[in-house]
């Protein structure tokens, strides 16, 4: 089979892919059909956390397959109970809702915060404010939630209830909360699709202070910069906020469909039997995946992810043809002079895979990844960027 040209007959054009057909990995070197290696910088987009052929990962998911692949949410099963408690126990808040997905976490993480309310206060209080630059998903719900307009073309009418402030500036925020129609603020401690732009301490503290004084859930999107991305287990942990309900997946059970929705506690009751439910939610294969990712970022780990993240500021920070690098941990933005277009495929040409977000390369390699090799791609990126 020409993977390539069966591809673009029989599958949706939505991805603008690149002529590589990986075949196969191991950690952070992947392959393609003729043998060659690749660094991988990507890690799906921050999917896989402990790179690819993890062999803890594997064995769970095996192991998990071999006694039930899946089961209705009617009955308990033991990987999604050890789950749950677990990114309890990593996160303070008090339950859990599993979905599919970053988008479903986030339409879930809507539906709570617009039934607190309205439970509490009645209807009308239903507006969420964003973030310009924002991005919380791509279903219609999640897409009206998203700050970016280019996102938003073709796809009207959206749905209402949702206004887009910008990042950084408490004086819009309250402004949108003067009208007392709101019931949630929305953010995400770094924008990732919206450019690797982490928010300011001093916004996020503001931010926080006056959504509890004005009893507005403060909704914290973890999809990407969450399990230990960014050198804490949440990103939210470097302001030393609490959020009423975080929304988290990609990492999360490190390659398999999984996201998860975190209440505290003003709203671990809000979504009582019957007003929320997904079909595949915590399926056993997954969530037996989630707990050999979860169970394994320790304190250790997210040292290491903040040193080697250190590391990649410190040698690109005013390396020839870089402009700024911006982002946390394992979640890095490098914009520079040269188009990122053209640095992606001349890394690729040398054996790296990096990613894009807006006009930045964008750097989520496994937590795991070597140093050395870590070294050796970023090394790559610096020489390309150069050139």
Known sequence: MDIIATSKQCIAPTYARVPLVL???KGSLLYD????EYIDLGS?????????????????????????????????????????????QKSGLKNVFFSNSGAEANECAIKAARKYSSDKYGPGRH????????????????????????MHV?????LPGFIHVQADDIR?????????????????????????????????????????????????DEVQCGNGRTGKYFAYMHHGVQPDIVSTAKGLAGGLPMGATLFGEKTKDVLSAGTHGSTYGGNPVCGAAGVSVVSRIDEELLAQVTEKGAYIKNRLHSAPGVENVSGMGLMIGVKAKKDVKDIIAGCREKGVLVLSAKDKVRLLPALNIP???LQKGIEILAEVIAQ
């Open 44 to 88: 799906g987009i921050a999917v896989n956390a402990f790179g690819v052929s993890d062999k803890a990962w594997e064995k769970a998911v095996c192991e998990q397959a071999g006694k039930i692949q899946h089961c209705s949410n009617y009955y308990y099963t033991a990987p999604q109970a050890e789950l749950a408690a677990l990114l309890c």
């Open 172 to 220: 819009a925020l309250e402004q949108a909360l003067v009208k007392g129609d709101v019931c949630a603020v929305m953010m995400e401690m770094i924008q990732g699709e919206g450019g690797v732009y982490p928010l300011d301490g001093d916004y996020v503290h503001a931010a926080a202070q006056l959504c509890a004084a004005k009893d507005v859930l403060l909704i914290v």
């Open 23 to 25: 075949d196969h990995g």
């Open 154 to 158: 073709h796809f009207a009418p959206f």
């Open 371 to 373: 140093m050395e090799l």
């Open 127 to 150: 507006t969420i404010v964003t973030l310009v630059s924002s991005f919380h998903g791509r279903t219609m719900a999640t897409l009206s939630a998203t700050g970016q307009e280019a």
């Open 33 to 36: 059909e003729a043998g060659r």
